[in-house]
């Protein structure tokens, strides 16, 4: 059943385009919801047990019109309001009809995108139906920054979908609640590698931060792959390089320029790469700039001696001739001693549980430090997005005023430096040179903020842009106080640590249930030291 309702414009307006090519307009139509059809709709689950929306449609009918399209057949095809016309084909109407706007047929594209506008905004749509959607858009071509802007969606959220349509286990673990849109995403990115997935689960499982661990797992794959470069560098100049895997699998892995021959001599250089068996292993070492001294700075100025900070320490790959087979190569250990000989063998008048808490300090130290550099990566992400915020958080006044009132080193250092990183997160490009350099680029970002609430944000932004200039892996080594402070302000205002940055909180970090295989390669790495 049928009824139209046309206007005497819509007449007016028919009969002066009567010879003209037929173009269908819309119409406002009254239908009976049972013999519409349901198209495609992104939207799956339509939660048609909620008792006072079943009885409302029952008692007065659809309030708000539905849309549709005729076909070529001539029947009607829903493109919005599924859930009401699904509920008034179940219950009825006073009428038995309900209201429908008919438009005209849309493109595949525009309909899907619709229908996720309309439903994505509002409370209850499943990710695993944003999902679907993102994915039926991107398969008629349209690009990631397309479907966020016909969508609404931000591109984050479109990014995770688009990546958990590509990972099978992951989708269906979504699909079935086990795991958010935003955890499925970064289970996706490792579906391939079930050593990852584990790490991943024990993160879930013991509620670490999964971000954290996703970006531990890049930065670990960045190294291995680097190190592969390495190796095959040094190849292709014609030295024997032992691989990574080929060095896990050694029994002993000795520095020749640590052996002795028969008559308790060392090996003259030159000759390291005749000894038999001689192999060479790619070692990384620690370089720390300050040994670095440039003598022509010893010109007696004090000038910004207050602004000094040393360097950060950095590695870089070292080729060392060794032996993994002692007895085949014709040399000793010094004094003929048994056991390996690490970079930690020490001093002979060391005791063993002494050189043994020299070791355990060092790989603490070496997975820490590796641990605060990807916490580092995700951190800054997240600030980007905070400092991007409309508002402040509550609790961002006492912050503020803490900081200005007792005007904090890293806040002071930051305004003579033009708050270099308060651009690094806004995206900015961070202006050049010093004096002076980057006053108009602050005076723009100070004066966009023209209300109260924008002006306290932009305040917070520089406050904590400011703080996080200041950090490295020396925070966790040394944490003061105002690290805390700042810190656990982000932790309440939604930022979840890593392991490594609760020690900022004067948390212990709680011990890995995962093996140590990453600490021993480092240990093996320099097992030849």
Same mark, same amino acid.
């Given at each position: 059943m049928t009824h139209t309702i046309q206007t005497p414009a819509d007449t007016a307006a028919d009969e002066a385009t009567e010879a003209a090519e037929p173009v269908q307009a819309e119409e406002f139509l009254y239908l009976d919801p049972a013999e519409i059809i349901i198209g495609s709709n992104v939207r799956t689950d339509l939660r048609p047990d909620h008792k006072e929306f079943r009885k409302s449609i029952k008692e007065r009918g659809v309030l708000e019109a539905v849309t549709v399209y005729c076909n070529e057949a001539g029947q009607y095809v829903l493109l919005r309001g599924q859930r009401r016309t699904v509920t008034a084909a179940e219950v009825g109407t006073p009428t038995g009809l309900i209201p429908a706007r008919v438009v005209p047929q849309p493109a595949d594209a525009d309909r899907i995108g619709d229908q996720m506008v309309e439903n994505i905004h509002r409370a209850g749509m499943r990710e695993a139906e944003i999902v679907a959607g993102v994915e039926q858009l991107a398969l008629l071509g349209v690009s990631a920054a397309q479907i966020a802007k016909r969508t609404s969606i931000d591109r984050p959220t479109v990014n995770a979908a688009l990546a958990v349509t590509k990972a099978d286990q992951s989708r269906? !673990? =979504?699909?079935?609640?086990?795991?958010?849109?935003?955890?499925? +995403?970064?289970? $996706?990115?490792?579906?391939? #590698?079930?050593? *990852?997935?584990? !790490? =991943?689960?024990?993160?879930?499982?013991?509620?670490?931060?999964? +971000?954290?661990? $996703?970006?531990?797992?890049? #930065?670990?794959? *960045?190294?291995?792959?680097a190190d592969a470069a390495e190796v095959e560098r040094l190849r292709a100049e014609g030295l024997p390089?032992?691989?990574?895997?080929?060095? *896990?699998?050694?029994?002993?892995?000795?520095?020749?320029?640590?052996?002795?021959?028969?008559?308790?001599?060392?090996?003259?250089?030159?000759?390291?790469?005749?000894?038999p068996g001689a192999r060479v292993q790619v070692v990384k070492e620690w370089v720390y700039p300050e040994d670095e001294y440039d003598e022509e700075s010893e010109d007696g100025s004090d000038e910004e001696d207050d602004d000094y900070e040393p360097a950060e320490p950095y590695q870089q790959y070292v080729p060392v001739w060794v032996v993994t087979d002692l007895a085949a190569s014709g040399l000793r250990r010094r004094g003929g001693g048994s056991g390996s000989t690490t970079a930690d063998s020490g001093d002979e008048s060391e005791s063993e549980e002494d050189v043994e808490a020299r070791r355990e300090e060092r790989r603490r130290v070496i997975a820490n430090n590796k641990a605060w550099a990807s916490a580092e990566t995700v951190r800054r992400e997240w600030l980007a997005g905070f400092v991007a915020r409309k508002t402040a958080p509550k609790g961002a006044e006492a912050l503020i005023c803490e900081a200005v009132v007792t005007g904090h080193h890293s806040l002071s250092k930051a305004m003579d430096h033009r708050h270099p990183m308060i651009f690094t997160?806004?995206?900015?490009?961070?202006?050049?040179?010093?004096?002076?350099?980057?006053?108009?680029?602050?005076?723009?970002?100070?004066?966009?903020?023209?209300?109260?609430?924008?002006?306290?944000?932009?305040?917070?932004?520089?406050?904590?842009?400011?703080?996080?200039?200041?950090?490295?892996?020396?925070?966790?080594?040394?944490?003061?106080?105002?690290?805390?402070?700042?810190?656990?302000?982000?932790?309440?205002?939604?930022?979840?640590?890593?392991?490594?940055?609760?020690?900022?909180?004067?948390?212990?970090?709680?011990?890995?249930?995962?093996?140590?295989?990453?600490?021993?390669?480092?240990?093996?790495?320099?097992?030849?030291?």
């Open positions: 269906n !673990r =979504l699909d079935s609640g086990d795991l958010t849109l935003e955890e499925a +995403a970064i289970f $996706a990115e490792f579906e391939h #590698d079930p050593e *990852a997935v584990q !790490r =991943l689960e024990n993160a879930k499982r013991w509620r670490r931060s999964l +971000a954290h661990e $996703a970006q531990r797992l890049r #930065d670990e794959a *960045a190294e291995r792959e390089v032992l691989s990574a895997e080929e060095v *896990a699998e050694a029994d002993e892995v000795l520095r020749i320029e640590r052996l002795v021959t028969e008559d308790g001599e060392p090996l003259p250089e030159e000759e390291w790469p005749n000894v997160l806004l995206g900015i490009d961070v202006p050049t040179g010093y004096y002076g350099a980057g006053h108009d680029e602050c005076h723009k970002i100070a004066t966009k903020a023209s209300t109260p609430k924008a002006a306290t944000m932009t305040t917070l932004a520089a406050i904590v842009a400011a703080w996080e200039a200041t950090t490295g892996k020396h925070s966790w080594r040394n944490p003061t106080a105002w690290d805390s402070r700042v810190l656990g302000a982000l932790v309440e205002w939604g930022y979840q640590p890593s392991e490594v940055e609760r020690i900022l909180l004067g948390e212990e970090p709680q011990p890995s249930t995962e093996d140590d295989s990453d600490d021993d390669a480092d240990e093996a790495s320099d097992s030849a030291t």
